[in-house]
């Protein structure tokens, strides 16, 4: 049974009482619209950890047009039966005054590593990634996260943060997964219209 927790505390208290009892906690961070890439994620933190934490965050602060944000896929039901069926322990799945309490001013940038390439086209998306990664790592106290390597420039920012902020999670990289024709698994290709997803594969 999949335990949906939406507060910090309670969270904490239960990840803490894992801890005492010797378990290693991993985490998963997405925004749902689950795929099979994210629960290949959750089953790679389930061999690899004793208790696992998916985390459902739909992020404001990474998205830089307000209508993508509006159109990202929600289903929460249907994400956490799949959790069940991976047998995950907790589902957290916070909402944003949750994550972004009212006065919050604080912002992760990650230099560098973050600018090329995509960071080049969407201005202030690995800064939300990177606040957001943050502070789901201190609100689970998770000591692994389950990264995909889809996102590969995510994944090396990630790293950057974690080793330069001195978080003591360590961060495992997992291999992408891909439809029959080789299209990278991803919520946003549910976006995507007949014409579009007959090219994407060459990507
Ligand atoms: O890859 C994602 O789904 C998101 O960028 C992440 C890491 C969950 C942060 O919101």
Do not use: Y
């Given at each position: 049974m999949t335990e949906v927790i939406r507060g910090t505390g309670p969270l904490q208290e239960k990840v803490a009482a894992w801890k005492r009892a010797g378990a290693l906690v991993g985490v998963v961070p997405t925004m749902g619209a689950l795929h099979d890439g994210h629960l290949s994620l959750a089953r790679a933190a389930r061999r690899q950890s004793d208790r696992v934490i998916v985390t459902i965050f739909v992020n404001p602060m990474q998205f830089g047009n307000p209508e993508d944000l509006a159109k990202y896929p929600r289903d929460e039901a249907r994400d956490l039966a799949l959790l069940e069926a991976e047998g995950v322990d907790v589902l957290f799945a916070p909402g944003p005054e949750e994550v972004y309490p009212e006065g919050f001013a604080?912002?992760?940038?990650?230099?560098?590593?973050?600018?090329?390439?995509?960071?080049?086209?969407?201005?202030?998306?690995?800064?939300?990634?990177?606040?957001?990664?943050?502070?789901?790592?201190?609100?689970?106290?998770?000591?692994?996260?389950?990264?995909?390597?889809?996102?590969?420039?995510?994944?090396?920012?990630?790293?950057?943060?974690?080793?330069?902020?001195?978080?003591?999670?360590?961060?495992?990289?997992?291999?992408?997964?891909?439809?029959?024709?080789?299209?990278?698994?991803?919520?946003?290709?549910?976006?995507?219209?007949?014409?579009?997803?007959?090219v994407a594969p060459a990507l």
């Open positions: 604080t912002r992760v940038t990650v230099f560098g590593v973050s600018e090329p390439l995509e960071g080049a086209f969407r201005p202030g998306h690995f800064e939300g990634v990177a606040t957001v990664v943050t502070k789901l790592l201190g609100m689970t106290q998770a000591g692994r996260a389950f990264f995909g390597e889809k996102d590969w420039q995510q994944l090396q920012v990630v790293r950057r943060l974690v080793a330069d902020l001195n978080i003591p999670t360590r961060i495992i990289g997992c291999p992408t997964i891909r439809d029959p024709d080789g299209l990278a698994m991803s919520s946003r290709n549910a976006r995507l219209s007949a014409p579009e997803l007959a």
